[in-house]
């Protein structure tokens, strides 16, 4: 009987170590934004209007500046995220139609701080 629990115990212990959770990556993109004021580059809005176009996709959400040119032929709606390239898109950034992953993808864009 003790042969027998001992036999399920290690059974157990085994599978656990091969089917348990793995331990993930930590994602090499993903930047971390400095605090505001620390560290930021800052852009007035007349810098960031000259970057308007699909090969070169400036935008502003909630006073901070995203270079998102690399990301406007992956966009799941296609050129909306050219509406409002070089300016502020924060209306649209926060629309119903985004998932809640995009909060997190932003910020490999980042690029600092809007200037006023």
């Not at 209007?49 to 699909?54: F, G, Q, R, V």
Request: charged share 25%; glycine share 8%; hydrophobic share 35%.
């Amino acid at each position: 009987m003790v042969v027998i629990v001992l036999a399920l115990i290690f059974c157990f212990l085994v599978g656990a170590l091969v089917f348990g959770p793995k331990a993930s990556k930590p994602e090499a993109k993903t930047i971390q934004q400095p605090p505001p004021g620390k560290g930021s580059k800052l852009y007035t809005k007349a810098e960031v209007s000259l970057h308007n176009t699909k090969t070169d996709c400036w935008i502003i959400i909630k006073e901070k500046v995203y270079d998102v040119t690399p990301y406007v032929e992956e966009h799941p709606g296609g050129d909306t995220i050219l509406r409002h390239a070089g300016d502020d898109s924060s209306e649209g950034f926060y629309g119903p139609q985004h998932a809640t992953r995009v909060f997190d993808m932003v910020d490999e864009f980042y690029i600092g701080e809007l200037k006023h």
